[in-house]
């Protein structure tokens, strides 16, 4: 691996702005996980002659806080991440806030993803979420190559 150096980046309001809403995203991850375990039944069916305790629900909203703070734990270490170009003095800083922000994305996407997941895989079962659960992988796989994207939009030729 490249020795690269060490540098404070100044977050820019958009780097803020994106840091607030994963924020928001994540507490509304665990709203919308407390309001379904309150209209899940006590047993929820997974199989035809099985059944599962509600609590289960917590399970995805653990596991995406989990990843969010893992995440955000690295996302102020741009020397440790992988760059598409060499990383030169005259891009550095360029490059270490695309790749910042571009971590930031990815844990916005990331909630998102499992708040979609917990909705369509849950809200089923109490009565909300409808007949969209056919959209449920291609919204995924459109949030999970958003953020691939970005990258390429964003690199410099």
């Known amino acids: 691996m490249e020795d690269r150096p060490e ?3 100044q977050l820019q309001p958009a780097d803020k702005v994106l840091e607030v809403a994963g924020y928001i995203l994540l507490a509304l991850l665990w709203v919308t996980t407390i309001y379904m375990y309150w209209q899940l039944p006590d047993m929820i069916p997974n ?27 690295v996302e102020d270490k741009p020397h440790l991440m992988n760059f598409p170009l060499k990383i030169t003095p005259e891009n550095i800083k360029r490059q270490y806030a695309r790749g910042m922000r571009m971590i930031k994305l990815v ?17 089923d079962l109490a009565g909300l979420s409808g007949n ?5 992988p291609p919204i995924i796989l459109g949030i999970v190559f958003s953020p691939l994207a ?3 939009i964003k690199l410099d030729k």
């Open 7 to 9: 540098i404070t980046i």
């Open 132 to 136: 969209l659960f056919a959209w449920l």
């Open 107 to 123: 844990k916005i996407l990331l909630i998102v993803v499992f708040i979609l997941i917990e909705y369509y895989s849950y809200g």
């Open 47 to 73: 199989h035809p002659d099985d059944a599962m305790d509600k609590r289960t629900i917590f399970l995805l909203a653990i596991l995406g806080s989990l990843q969010f703070f893992l995440i955000s734990n």
């Open 150 to 152: 970005y990258a390429f």
